[in-house]
C-alpha cells in the first residue's frame, strides 16, 4: 500500500537558515503529493501541493518538487522565520476524492 | 475564509461510554472525512463519506466506529464503547467536488479513562 516517510525532528533552526525536511513516498500509481502544516492549537493547513512529476508547489516561501525518479517531495524554505515554527506533515493521497496518508510529521522550531 | 469547526475542542470520557465527536464541514463541500493522531504518532485515515454513505473506510474503522450526517451542517463521528486505546485527536476534513484539497478542522481531543 502506499506510505510515507519524512524525517524525524525536532528541527530547531536559528531565523534565517535553510530549511529542509526530506519526505519519501512508496505508492502505486501517480498520486499526488501534500505538505500539511499545524501550527500550535490549530488544525491542520494545507502548505502546498503538486499532482504530477517535477510539479513545483510554493508557497509562503516554502516550495516542494515532485521528484518520481526518487519518489520524494522535500519541502524546502531559505529563510525562515519565528513564526514558522509548527509541525509539518509530508502526504500523499490517489487522484481524486481519497483519503490521505500521512508521514509521522516533523516538528520545527525557529529561535530568534 | 469558510473553515472545518469540531466541537468539543476537548472531551474525557470514561472506558465503555459512548462518545459523540461533531464536525461542520464546508458549506459547499461533499466529500467528508475522519482522522485520527494518536500522540507521537501518524495522522491515520478513518472514513470516509459520500452521498450520505461511507465510500471508504481503514482497518481501524471497526463496528465500534460510525459517522452519520444528521442534518444538512454536522457529520458526527460515534464511538460505541471507549477503550483506553481510542485517546488521540481526531481531526474530521471535508473537500469539494472538482477540486480535491482536503480542509481540516483544528481537532477533537479525546482521552479515555
Known amino acids: 500500500g502506499n506510505s510515507v516517510t519524512q524525517m524525524e525532528g525536532p528541527v530547531t533552526l536559528s531565523e534565517e537558515a535553510f530549511l529542509t525536511i526530506n519526505c519519501t513516498y512508496t505508492?502505486?500509481?501517480?498520486?499526488?503529493l501534500f505538505w500539511y502544516v499545524q501550527y500550535p492549537g490549530e488544525g491542520l493547513q494545507l502548505l502546498l501541493k503538486?499532482?504530477?512529476?517535477?510539479d513545483k508547489g510554493s508557497n509562503k516561501g516554502f516550495e516542494a518538487t515532485y521528484r518520481k525518479e526518487t519518489t520524494s517531495f522535500h519541502l524546502e524554505k531559505g529563510s525562515v522565520q519565528v513564526s514558522d515554527s509548527a509541525v509539518y506533515f509530508c502526504?500523499?493521497?490517489?487522484?481524486?476524492?481519497?483519503?490521505?496518508?500521512f508521514g509521522k510529521g516533523t516538528r520545527l522550531s525557529v529561535i530568534a | 475564509e469558510p473553515e472545518v469547526t469540531q466541537t468539543p475542542s476537548h472531551q474525557v470520557t470514561q472506558m465503555g461510554q459512548e462518545v459523540i465527536l461533531r464536525c461542520v464541514p464546508i458549506?459547499?463541500?461533499?466529500?467528508f472525512y475522519w482522522y485520527r493522531q494518536i500522540l507521537g504518532q501518524k495522522v491515520e485515515f478513518l472514513v470516509s463519506?459520500?452521498?450520505?454513505?461511507?465510500?471508504?473506510k481503514s482497518e481501524i474503522f471497526d463496528d465500534q466506529f460510525s459517522v452519520e450526517r444528521p442534518d444538512g451542517s454536522n457529520f458526527t463521528l460515534k464511538i460505541r464503547s471507549t477503550k483506553l486505546e481510542d485517546s488521540a485527536m481526531y481531526f474530521c476534513?471535508?473537500?469539494?467536488?472538482?477540486?480535491?484539497?482536503?480542509?481540516f478542522g483544528p481537532g477533537t481531543r479525546l482521552t479515555v479513562t
Open positions: 458549506s459547499n463541500h461533499l466529500y
Open positions: 476534513a471535508s473537500s469539494g467536488d472538482h477540486t480535491y484539497e482536503q480542509y
Open positions: 503538486a499532482t504530477k512529476a517535477d
Open positions: 505508492a502505486t500509481g501517480y498520486p499526488s
Open positions: 502526504a500523499l493521497s490517489d487522484p481524486g476524492n481519497t483519503p490521505l496518508v
Open positions: 463519506f459520500y452521498n450520505n454513505e461511507i465510500s471508504e
